[in-house]
């Protein structure tokens, strides 16, 4: 399957979820809340965590609809992220996947709420996923573990304060990469390891899962420096040029877009490298890898 193929399944199951998931909670919070949920959860993202989760559960040998219920959780932690990330104490965006972004569209404490309050509605959804799956609650223990440490301070949110810290700073590569691996990285590997424990890896398999998502986790990020160079609002979703905006320290910063782009293919071949060592070789895994590295928003 091709990567917009891929894309687009991971698109159709993750948004069927997340439109119960508004629904749900619709019935139990007040109306304001109600609609602001269903604009955080109803949102065009290009969905390519849940497109990882499903491709690597499928690379481990998994074939149960019941997958896309981890994709969703992944999906709802990103999200989450996103709508803290815009907030006037972060990155102060006006502009999130093609619309305003929460706060603008509502207000910060909104904002700030629903982004909370998605928290524990994809512990949720990952325990509701991981019943349907029939995996049983030490598996179960250690797929949370996975999603809630990729999100927590070695992870996203660690990630993400180093970033913030080092605004209007010189990082160099060694530090560029623990911002990158933490902010942005360990979700993207973590949608790879739980792909693959939902399917029961372990051992050999579950490692290269775990290494193809490190070295794709990065190469996303690499990316994501190179659009924010290259690319315009319209095209991207968000606004552009926000780096140099906030004078954060980047990729193509340190080594040119073209050293920026040659790193991020260097990855991505590392990639899929792991798998194929690991007698784990999948096409789905490839095209997403390549994707990766080659998107254009
Ligand atoms: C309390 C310090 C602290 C942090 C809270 C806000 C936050 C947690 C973390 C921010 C993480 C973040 C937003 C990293 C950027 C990751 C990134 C490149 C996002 C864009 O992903 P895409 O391109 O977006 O997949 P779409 O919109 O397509 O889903």
Same mark, same amino acid.
């Given at each position: 399957m091709s990567a917009d193929a891929l894309l687009a399944e991971a698109r159709e199951g993750t948004d069927r979820r997340l439109h119960q998931v508004a629904d749900q909670l619709a019935a139990t919070v007040a109306a304001g809340m109600a609609e602001a949920f269903s604009y955080a959860l109803h949102s065009p993202g290009?969905?390519?965590?849940?497109? %990882?989760? =499903?491709? *690597?559960? /499928?690379?481990?040998?998994?074939?149960?609809?019941?997958?896309?219920?981890?994709?969703?959780?992944?999906?709802?932690?990103h999200t989450y992220s996103l709508v803290h990330d815009d907030l006037p104490c972060m990155d102060n965006d006006d502009l999130r996947r093609g619309r305003a972004t929460m706060h603008r569209q509502f207000d910060v404490r909104t904002a700030t709420r629903v982004g909370f309050l998605l928290v524990p509605v994809a512990a949720q959804v990952l325990a509701d996923a991981a019943g349907e799956l029939g995996l049983e609650s030490s598996l179960m223990g250690t797929m949370a573990a996975?999603?809630?440490?990729?999100?927590?301070?070695?992870?996203?949110?660690?990630?993400?304060? %180093?970033? =913030?810290? *080092?605004? /209007?700073?010189?990082?160099?590569?060694p530090g560029l990469i623990t911002v990158h691996r933490g902010k942005t990285g360990a979700l993207i590997q973590a949608s790879c390891v739980l792909g693959g424990l939902a399917a029961r890896a372990s051992g050999?398999?579950?490692?290269?899962?775990?290494?193809?998502?490190?070295?794709?986790?990065?190469?996303?990020?690499?990316?994501?420096?190179?659009?924010?160079?290259?690319?315009?609002?319209?095209?991207?979703?968000?606004t552009a040029g926000k780096d140099e905006a906030l004078s954060k320290s980047t990729y193509p910063q340190l080594l040119g877009v073209e050293g920026a782009r040659a790193e991020a293919e260097r990855l991505a071949r590392s990639a899929i490298a792991h798998l194929e060592r690991a007698g784990l070789a999948s096409p789905s895994l490839g095209a997403l890898a390549h994707y990766i590295v080659t998107r254009n928003s």
């Open positions: 290009k969905r390519v965590r849940p497109a %990882l989760v =499903l491709s *690597a559960y /499928r690379a481990a040998g998994g074939h149960s609809p019941g997958a896309a219920g981890v994709a969703a959780a992944v999906e709802i932690v996975t999603l809630f440490e990729a999100g927590g301070i070695e992870g996203m949110v660690g990630g993400q304060w %180093l970033d =913030l810290e *080092a605004e /209007r700073q010189q990082l160099d590569l050999d398999g579950l490692l290269a899962l775990q290494r193809y998502g490190a070295d794709i986790g990065l190469a996303f990020q690499i990316a994501d420096d190179v659009l924010d160079v290259i690319g315009t609002s319209d095209q991207l979703g968000k």
